[in-house]
């Protein structure tokens, strides 16, 4: 083909034919559910995956060293680590070795392979095999017009960027993107190189994950992160877990909970799918624990429809007032709400005005169900409440979270020993990025402090979060686009919008370990630059750097590598932000960034001159445990939006979920083998589900009245903003679900997600919650899916 580069095909504006064959599926094998997580085969499937390819030594030795005091955070999830003391070897999962054999695979391409293979070529190729290609190894560059990434030094690359960064006709025509990835020493010198250059646009992929939460936290108890520490699991009565899936994303999490219940917790489980994680667990690190019957976990399950859980939520504060009309004074917390809170009477009002019949028609849960759990949260004071996505990305979660907060301050349960609110994160420093910064909102004091201390003047308009950024480049309003780790194109709504996005950018620059689809649809020049990853070594002037993250509750911790880089030509991320710094400010630039590349202790001392809480980092970082960061609700302390000093109660409607006859809610969700965009296989061993992710997962009836069967080929539909989205071929597979809710996997039918369809408030896509039709699969609907679209979305198969 004389132009194979589909860049060139700019001009795209809706359905062109199909060039490629269309996706095959894969032979779909089904079997029963598991009803407990981790244990013996949790332990084989994470050695499996450490030996897969010839990196046995390297991932290896790296397990051992993961999540230990001298060794390094593990790279998937924010579950923060016990005391360091208690465990003779690392404490690590399953999910933490398949994230670190994905990192530490021995597996590379380089230069040749880029020779080798188009970006039109490599687009065919599936998400799968896309993560199976190994780690990038040196950097890479795409020129206009051109079909293949080409080999580029450093130097020259940033000599790129600087070229367009100081051509744009306004610094906010660049945005500046993050995955939760990246360390805190490397978010502080990439936001503060953003914003010497003149933007807050710092979109992250908090903007898809728990902005939600962030953003109703901080209305409503007046700090948006969790209160709880990881004791406070121990010593509850009640854990509460809701839209989270627990033994596949943050696993170990089951041992905490598992602790809790032992000396005497309680626990519910409040979820579409009866998760196996939420159901029962064998101790994976304890040999005995694996001949032995599994632990059972949650001692109350309610399977919610989908978005029912805001019907839910008023259903038990509705029950807790009426069961403190029969026992006055016993079962809410009058001394509290009157001494830290406001609004109650209001919402007592409102509440008395909802029916049962209505709101557990509405959520999907019988009024016995509702009942039971409600007298468990009467009889109980110390109450922690968990949730992830199944909450914040609904459209209506921040209202969600408000009244998860209504119910535990009714009990007088945040701020206490084994009570409060826990969000739990999901990348392994996401949190840390906010907090140092990474924020397309700052507030004045953050900004003023960057002001005194460094005495450039911060830009003060609020900046794009992820979705405006990808409507401003559609707009043609961003021109630039740098994303300091993540997969921006598959982890974002509306893929095909999207894409076509991104195709119009002057420029893409991917700072990244492994290739990604965001690296085949790109603007018009294009950079991939590789970094070192987490567990590899970071030598600067011959010495061994650590760096450090924040976990989900609030706890700085250092991390160091231990293995060899996989190619010498890798730089780290604080080197890519400050030699872009240099490139493109030059003498402009008030700041020392040589200072920072040569120690990352000189970023912490200015970090601890800047931010509160972190008063002598470097030397709080290095002791055990790391440090807490201050917390004013875990201290008691609260603030609300209205109100100073005090928490808010809040009044939120029942959203109408009312569906037609051939329409359902779909959420979309990560099997067993993936990190969020990453593929590692084909599996999702807990919910019986294997070789194939192109499944809907379905009530049996509703299988049965669309007139439908199990394992019959359809395709998916959204009509959001009067377009046809399509995600074309998927099979149906039955599944516990309650009917008119459906489940899919996450990225494949984020073409489905409307760019429009967000959570209120925290303009986040609400991919759990999205309106589809199903019909059988019409094999002529590849030709109304454009091979644009196909690229983006994976189903350009070969
Ligand atoms: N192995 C692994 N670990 C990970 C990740 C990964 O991809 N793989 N990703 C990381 C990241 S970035 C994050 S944010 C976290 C994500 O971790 P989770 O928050 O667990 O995210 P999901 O897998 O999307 O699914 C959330 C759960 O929500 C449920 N759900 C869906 N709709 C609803 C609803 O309407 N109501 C209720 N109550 N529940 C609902 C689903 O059934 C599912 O159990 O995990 C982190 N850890
Ligand atoms: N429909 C739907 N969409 C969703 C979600 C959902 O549940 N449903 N979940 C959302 C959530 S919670 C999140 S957090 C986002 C995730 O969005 P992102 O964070 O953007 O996506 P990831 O898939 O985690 O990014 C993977 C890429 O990061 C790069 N990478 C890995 N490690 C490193 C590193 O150490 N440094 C650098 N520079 N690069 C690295 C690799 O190249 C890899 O391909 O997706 C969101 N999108
Ligand atoms: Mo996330």
Redesign the pocket.
């Known amino acids: 083909m004389e132009n194979e580069n589909l860049n060139k095909k700019n001009e795209y504006s809706g359905h062109s034919p199909a060039a490629q064959p269309p996706y095959r599926l894969g032979e779909l094998k089904l079997e029963a559910p598991e009803n407990w997580a981790a244990g013996a085969p949790a332990v084989m499937h994470s050695i499996q995956q450490l030996v897969r390819d010839a990196s046995t030594l390297r991932g290896g030795r790296a397990l051992f060293s993961m999540n230990q005091f001298d060794g390094f955070d593990c790279?998937s999830c924010a579950w923060p680590d016990p005391d360091h003391d208690r465990s003779p070897i690392a404490e690590y999962c399953e999910s933490g070795a398949k994230a670190l054999a994905?990192?530490a695979t021995s597996k590379k391409i380089g230069a040749d392979f880029f020779r080798e293979n188009s970006v039109y070529d490599l687009s065919k190729m599936t998400d799968y095999q896309i993560?199976q290609l190994g780690r990038?190894c040196e950097p890479v560059y795409l020129p206009e017009g051109g079909t293949h990434y080409q080999p580029i030094s450093w130097d020259n690359a940033f000599a790129k960027i600087a070229e367009k960064l100081n051509g744009l006709d306004s610094p906010d025509e660049a945005m500046f993107?993050t995955?939760?990835?990246?360390s805190n020493e490397a978010t502080w010198v990439y936001q503060l190189f953003g914003r010497e250059f003149g933007t807050n646009n710092f979109p992250d992929?908090?903007n898809?994950?728990?902005e939600t939460s962030g953003y109703a936290l901080t209305r409503c108890i007046g700090f948006g992160k969790g209160s709880v520490k990881l004791e406070d699991f121990y010593e509850s009565d009640l854990i509460i877990i809701m839209g989270q899936n627990p033994g596949t994303n943050s696993p170990r999490m089951l041992s905490a909970l598992t602790k809790g219940k032992k000396n005497g917790a309680k626990i519910m489980a409040i979820n579409p799918l009866p998760e196996a994680g939420l159901m029962g667990f064998r101790d994976p690190q304890k040999p005995l624990a694996l001949i032995t019957k599994p632990f059972e976990l949650s001692d109350l399950y309610l399977p919610v429809k989908i978005n029912g859980d805001m019907a839910l939520l008023k259903a038990l504060q509705l029950l807790l007032l009426e069961e403190e009309e029969k026992n006055p004074g016993k079962i809410i917390d009058h001394p509290f709400i009157t001494e830290k809170t406001a609004g109650f009477e209001a919402l007592t009002e409102e509440l008395k005005r909802y029916d049962l019949g209505f709101l557990a028609e509405e959520c999907g849960v019988p009024g016995e169900k509702l009942r039971e759990a409600a007298q468990m949260i009467a009889t109980n004071k110390k109450i922690i409440i968990c949730w992830g996505?199944g909450i914040?990305?609904q459209h209506n979660g921040v209202d969600m979270i408000y009244n998860i907060v209504n119910l535990l301050l009714m009990k007088g349960s945040i701020g206490i020993r084994g009570g409060g609110v826990c969000p739990v994160r999901?990348?392994s420093n996401?949190q840390g990025n906010r907090t140092l910064l990474v924020n397309h909102k700052p507030t004045d004091e953050q900004l003023d402090a960057l002001e005194k201390f460094y005495g450039f003047k911060p830009p003060r308009e609020g900046g794009y979060d992820v979705v405006k950024a990808i409507k401003a480049m559609h707009d043609g309003k961003v021109k630039f686009m740098f994303?300091?780790?993540?997969?921006?194109l598959?982890?974002?709504?509306d893929t095909t919008y999207t894409a076509d996005a991104m195709r119009k950018l002057e420029m893409s620059v991917?700072?990244?370990?492994?290739?990604?689809r965001?690296h085949l649809i790109h603007g018009k020049e294009a950079l991939i630059?590789p970094?070192?990853?987490?567990s590899e070594k970071d030598i600067v002037n011959g010495e061994l750097q650590h760096i450090s993250t924040e976990n989900s509750m609030g706890v700085v911790e250092w991390s160091r590598g231990v293995l060899e880089p996989i190619s010498e030509n890798l730089i780290n991320?604080i080197h890519?932000a400050c030699r872009m710094a240099k490139a493109v400010l030059g003498d402009r630039s008030v700041i020392d960034w040589d200072r920072f590349m040569n120690s990352y202790d000189a970023i912490r001392d200015d970090v601890s001159q800047c931010i509160p809480g972190f008063e002598n980092y470097n030397e709080r970082v290095v002791q055990k445990g790391g440090f807490y960061l201050p917390n004013n609700p875990r201290d008691g302390k609260f603030s609300s939006e209205h109100v100073p000093g005090k928490a808010a109660f809040n009044i939120t409607p029942v959203p109408d979920n009312s569906l037609a006859d051939d329409e359902y809610l779909m959420a979309?969700?990560?099997t067993h083998d993936q990190?969020?965009?990453?593929v590692y296989g084909l599996d999702d061993r807990y919910r019986g589900i294997f070789n194939e992710r192109r499944i809907v997962m379905m009530n049996e009836k509703d299988i049965e009245k669309a007139g439908l069967k199990e394992g019959e080929k359809v395709d998916l539909f959204n009509y959001d903003d009067g377009i046809e989205r399509i995600a074309p071929l998927f099979i149906v597979v039955k599944y516990a679900i309650p009917q008119k809710s459906t489940m899919t996997y996450?990225?494949e039918?984020?073409v489905l997600?409307s760019i429009n369809n967000v959570v209120d408030g925290a303009n986040m896509?609400a991919?759990?919650y999205v309106r589809i039709k199903i019909k059988k699969h019409d094999p002529e609907i590849y030709q109304k899916i454009g091979e644009h679209i196909a690229a983006a979305t994976g189903t350009a198969q070969q």
Do not use: W
Request: a positive charge; aromatic letters at 4%; charged letters at 15%.
């Open positions: 790279p994905e990192e993560s990038i993107y995955s939760g990835r990246t992929c908090s898809m994950c728990h996505m914040t990305q999901g990348h996401v994303c300091m780790g993540g997969n921006l598959s982890a974002a709504p991917m700072v990244s370990t492994k290739l990604n965001g630059l970094v070192i990853s987490r991320e890519v979309t969700t990560r990190f969020n965009t990453v996450f990225p039918t984020n997600v896509p991919s759990k």
